[in-house]
Nanobody, 131 residues
Framework: VQLVESGGGLVQAGGSLRLSCVAS????????YGWFRQAPGKEREGLTC????????YRSDVAKGRFTISSDIPKTTVFLQMNSLNPEDTAVYSC?????????????????????????WGQGALVTVSS
């Protein structure tokens, strides 16, 4: 059971980056997926999460207009497209999975996915945005 992120790296301010998160070892369709980040010296924050059954999606204020979550179900992969990056976006980005039933029952599409309810976590991918 694992989530493996890739696509992190160094990007200039104003640039874009797409992170990928490949799921394996469990039934991809039984979960909803979210992206979180943690900057140096700061608490982890939720960015966006989505049900892959009906694509109900939550975006935090930080994510709105710049970050988009999507999925490729046959490839059991979730993506985070990040545009207009700035140095304040420098962080370790992690994907995580929560049981779909939990996502739907608790209306996470409207209030976000709490990190402490996510059942499976990836190892994280470092994104560094230079000025």
């Amino acid at each position: 059971v694992q989530l493996v992120e890739s696509g992190g790296g160094l990007v200039q301010a104003g640039g874009s980056l797409r992170l990928s998160c490949v799921a394996s070892g469990f039934n991809f369709a039984d979960y909803a997926y979210g992206w979180f980040r943690q900057a140096p010296g700061k608490e982890r924050e939720g960015l966006t999460c989505m049900s892959i059954r009906d694509f109900l999606t939550y975006r935090s204020d930080v994510a709105k207009g710049r970050f988009t979550i999507s999925s490729d179900i046959p490839k059991t992969t979730v993506f985070l497209q990040m545009n207009s990056l700035n140095p304040e976006d420098t962080a370790v980005y992690s994907c995580a999975a929560v049981p779909l039933a939990t996502f739907l029952t608790n209306n996470y599409a409207y209030r976000g996915c709490p990190a402490n309810t996510m059942a499976i976590w990836g190892q994280g991918a470092l994104v560094t945005v230079s000025s």
